[in-house]
């Protein structure tokens, strides 16, 4: 795998950095929408490649101290399976280890992954 580097914040993110995720997305948001939902959660992750590709992100709405919640997990389709999706998942626990209670909602095929991290699966209402 190429060399990735994991960063908090999203200086220098650029809405042309999100062209190629949400794959699959029945009304993705536009380039410049995911831009501002990025920077206005309140814990983001990137990865990026040692050439500046911005190959995945993922994001926390938090009040730092009881509850949050991580809306997006995203990896660029090319370059999934390579741990860059568990490691992105792993920063932003560590950035949320004063919370209480961490929560997210997935599709049924994705829970393995999230029980791979510590996740446990539990009943919603969305
Ligand atoms: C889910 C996602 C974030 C995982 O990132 P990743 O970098 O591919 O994950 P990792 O390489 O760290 O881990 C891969 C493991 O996760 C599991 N996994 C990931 N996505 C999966 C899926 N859609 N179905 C089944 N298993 C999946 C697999 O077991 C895989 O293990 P393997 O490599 O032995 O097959 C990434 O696939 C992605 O962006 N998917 C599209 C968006 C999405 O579904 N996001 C989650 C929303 S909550």
Redesign the pocket.
């Known amino acids: 795998m190429d060399a990735v580097v994991f960063s908090a914040g999203t200086d220098g993110l650029r809405s042309d950095d999100l062209l190629g995720f949400f ?1 699959g997305w029945p009304n993705p948001p536009s380039p410049d929408e995911r831009l501002e939902i990025v920077r206005s959660a309140d814990e983001v992750v990137v990865c990026t490649t040692a050439d500046g590709l911005v190959v ?1 992100f993922a994001t926390a709405i938090t009040d730092r101290r009881f509850a949050a919640y ?1 809306p ?4 660029l389709p090319g ?9 992105m998942v792993t920063a932003l626990l560590e950035r949320l280890r004063s919370c209480y209670m961490i929560d ?4 049924d ?2 829970v ?2 999230y029980e ?1 991290l510590g996740g446990t699966r539990l009943n919603a209402v969305a």
Request: hydrophobic letters at 40%.
């Open positions: 794959v995945g991580i997006l997990v995203e990896v370059h999934q399976g390579r741990g860059i999706g568990g490691q997210l909602v997935c599709d095929d994705v393995p992954f791979r």
